[in-house]
Protein backbone atom coordinates (compact mmCIF):
# COMPACT_ATOMS: atom_id res chain seq x y z
CA UNK A 1 0.00 0.00 0.00
CA UNK A 2 2.96 2.39 0.89
CA UNK A 3 4.47 1.84 -2.13
CA UNK A 4 1.08 2.64 -4.30
CA UNK A 5 0.94 5.62 -2.53
CA UNK A 6 4.79 6.74 -3.43
CA UNK A 7 3.81 5.47 -6.92
CA UNK A 8 0.38 7.90 -7.35
CA UNK A 9 2.69 10.87 -5.78
CA UNK A 10 5.76 10.66 -7.94
CA UNK A 11 3.25 10.34 -10.93
CA UNK A 12 1.02 13.75 -10.10
CA UNK A 13 4.20 15.11 -9.91
CA UNK A 14 5.67 14.20 -12.82
CA UNK A 15 2.65 15.03 -14.79
CA UNK A 16 2.01 18.55 -13.05
CA UNK A 17 4.96 19.57 -11.77
CA UNK A 18 7.09 18.93 -14.79
CA UNK A 19 6.16 21.16 -17.38
CA UNK A 20 6.71 24.00 -14.58
CA UNK A 21 9.84 22.91 -14.41
CA UNK A 22 10.70 22.38 -18.07
CA UNK A 23 9.65 26.05 -18.73
CA UNK A 24 12.02 26.94 -16.16
CA UNK A 25 14.42 25.28 -17.99
CA UNK A 26 13.57 26.19 -21.17
CA UNK A 27 13.64 29.83 -20.53
CA UNK A 28 16.64 30.49 -18.67
CA UNK A 29 18.81 28.43 -20.47
CA UNK A 30 19.83 25.76 -18.20
CA UNK A 31 20.41 23.75 -20.94
CA UNK A 32 21.85 24.19 -24.71
CA UNK A 33 21.78 27.73 -26.25
CA UNK A 34 19.10 28.96 -27.21
CA UNK A 35 17.77 32.24 -29.65
CA UNK A 36 15.23 34.12 -30.89
CA UNK A 37 13.08 32.07 -31.35
CA UNK A 38 12.81 30.18 -28.69
CA UNK A 39 12.85 33.67 -26.61
CA UNK A 40 9.52 34.14 -28.39
CA UNK A 41 8.54 30.14 -27.42
CA UNK A 42 9.37 31.16 -24.03
CA UNK A 43 7.57 33.45 -23.63
CA UNK A 44 4.33 32.01 -25.36
CA UNK A 45 4.95 29.07 -22.73
CA UNK A 46 5.08 31.67 -19.64
CA UNK A 47 1.55 33.32 -21.13
CA UNK A 48 -0.03 29.22 -21.06
CA UNK A 49 1.43 28.60 -17.49
CA UNK A 50 -0.13 32.39 -16.31
CA UNK A 51 3.32 33.50 -15.51
CA UNK A 52 2.18 36.50 -18.21
CA UNK A 53 -0.97 38.23 -18.48
CA UNK A 54 -0.68 39.67 -22.10
CA UNK A 55 -3.70 41.79 -20.66
CA UNK A 56 -2.37 43.21 -17.78
CA UNK A 57 -0.29 46.24 -18.41
CA UNK A 58 1.98 45.96 -15.56
CA UNK A 59 2.71 42.40 -16.00
CA UNK A 60 3.39 43.11 -19.44
CA UNK A 61 5.82 45.98 -18.24
CA UNK A 62 7.21 43.57 -15.43
CA UNK A 63 8.10 40.58 -17.31
CA UNK A 64 9.37 42.81 -20.60
CA UNK A 65 11.85 43.88 -18.13
CA UNK A 66 12.34 40.69 -16.22
CA UNK A 67 13.19 38.85 -20.06
CA UNK A 68 15.24 42.09 -21.13
CA UNK A 69 17.45 41.69 -17.86
CA UNK A 70 17.72 38.04 -18.19
CA UNK A 71 19.30 38.65 -21.97
CA UNK A 72 21.31 41.56 -21.34
CA UNK A 73 24.34 43.02 -19.41
CA UNK A 74 25.04 46.33 -19.19
CA UNK A 75 28.41 47.65 -20.90
CA UNK A 76 29.91 50.96 -22.67
CA UNK A 77 31.41 48.67 -25.38
CA UNK A 78 28.23 46.83 -27.33
CA UNK A 79 28.42 43.41 -28.20
CA UNK A 80 24.43 43.12 -29.40
CA UNK A 81 24.25 42.09 -33.12
CA UNK A 82 20.89 41.42 -33.81
CA UNK A 83 17.71 39.82 -31.83
CA UNK A 84 17.91 36.79 -33.65
CA UNK A 85 21.40 35.72 -31.43
CA UNK A 86 20.51 36.74 -28.04
CA UNK A 87 20.49 33.70 -25.54
CA UNK A 88 19.35 32.50 -21.98
CA UNK A 89 22.79 30.80 -21.69
CA UNK A 90 25.17 34.13 -22.40
CA UNK A 91 24.00 37.44 -21.99
CA UNK A 92 24.57 39.95 -24.18
CA UNK A 93 26.77 42.85 -23.21
CA UNK A 94 25.46 46.02 -24.73
CA UNK A 95 24.29 49.64 -23.76
CA UNK A 96 21.23 51.33 -22.81
CA UNK A 97 20.15 51.72 -27.02
CA UNK A 98 20.00 48.20 -27.21
CA UNK A 99 18.16 48.02 -24.25
CA UNK A 100 15.68 50.47 -25.16
CA UNK A 101 15.42 48.19 -28.62
CA UNK A 102 15.19 44.59 -27.02
CA UNK A 103 12.81 45.93 -24.54
CA UNK A 104 10.53 46.94 -26.82
CA UNK A 105 10.93 44.20 -29.29
CA UNK A 106 9.61 41.57 -26.16
CA UNK A 107 7.04 44.36 -24.91
CA UNK A 108 5.21 44.40 -28.61
CA UNK A 109 5.41 40.68 -28.98
CA UNK A 110 3.75 39.98 -25.42
CA UNK A 111 0.81 42.67 -26.31
CA UNK A 112 0.26 41.23 -29.75
CA UNK A 113 -0.60 37.98 -27.91
CA UNK A 114 -2.98 39.35 -26.01
CA UNK A 115 -6.20 42.28 -26.54
CA UNK A 116 -3.97 44.93 -24.59
CA UNK A 117 -3.96 48.11 -26.83
CA UNK A 118 -0.54 49.70 -25.26
CA UNK A 119 1.98 51.62 -27.41
CA UNK A 120 5.63 51.37 -26.75
CA UNK A 121 8.46 54.41 -28.47
CA UNK A 122 11.83 55.07 -27.20
CA UNK A 123 13.01 57.61 -26.19
CA UNK A 124 16.40 59.38 -26.48
CA UNK A 125 17.32 62.45 -24.10
CA UNK A 126 20.19 63.78 -21.40
CA UNK A 127 19.38 62.11 -18.07
CA UNK A 128 17.40 64.95 -16.34
CA UNK A 129 19.64 66.22 -13.21
CA UNK A 130 22.62 64.42 -14.26
CA UNK A 131 23.84 66.95 -17.30
CA UNK A 132 27.61 67.29 -15.42
CA UNK A 133 28.76 63.86 -16.07
CA UNK A 134 28.73 64.40 -19.84
CA UNK A 135 29.77 68.20 -19.42
CA UNK A 136 32.53 66.98 -17.39
CA UNK A 137 33.94 64.39 -19.92
CA UNK A 138 33.30 67.57 -22.42
CA UNK A 139 35.87 69.74 -20.38
CA UNK A 140 38.39 67.21 -20.11
CA UNK A 141 38.20 66.60 -23.95
CA UNK A 142 37.39 63.02 -23.82
CA UNK A 143 35.15 62.86 -26.44
CA UNK A 144 34.36 58.71 -26.27
CA UNK A 145 33.13 59.34 -23.10
CA UNK A 146 30.97 62.55 -23.79
CA UNK A 147 29.51 60.45 -26.47
CA UNK A 148 28.37 57.64 -24.70
CA UNK A 149 27.09 59.82 -21.72
CA UNK A 150 25.72 62.81 -23.26
CA UNK A 151 22.05 61.72 -23.79
CA UNK A 152 20.32 57.99 -22.49
CA UNK A 153 17.37 55.44 -24.46
CA UNK A 154 14.86 54.89 -22.51
CA UNK A 155 11.43 53.65 -23.50
CA UNK A 156 7.54 55.44 -22.98
CA UNK A 157 4.54 53.02 -22.66
CA UNK A 158 0.93 54.71 -23.75
CA UNK A 159 3.02 58.12 -23.89
CA UNK A 160 3.31 58.56 -20.39
CA UNK A 161 4.62 55.83 -18.46
CA UNK A 162 8.73 55.92 -18.15
CA UNK A 163 10.25 52.71 -18.66
CA UNK A 164 14.39 52.65 -18.28
CA UNK A 165 15.44 48.33 -18.60
CA UNK A 166 19.25 49.73 -18.37
CA UNK A 167 18.28 50.63 -14.84
CA UNK A 168 16.26 47.77 -13.74
CA UNK A 169 18.94 45.25 -14.85
CA UNK A 170 22.34 47.67 -12.89
CA UNK A 171 19.35 48.05 -10.24
Given at each position: ???????????I??V???????????C?????????G?V?????????YG????????????????????????????A????D?????????TH???????????????????N?H????????????M???????????????Y????????????N????????????
Amino acid sequence: MKRLIISITIFIMLVFLAPLGFAYLYCYGMNEAQYSGEVYDCIDMKIEYGHIDPDNLENVIEYSNEITSRLLKFSPKSAYTSFDKLSFNKETSTHCVYYAKVYKQIFDYIISQGNLHATCTIKREPIQGMEFIPNFFKAINNQKMYNFTKDHDYCLINNEIKVDPTLYDLF
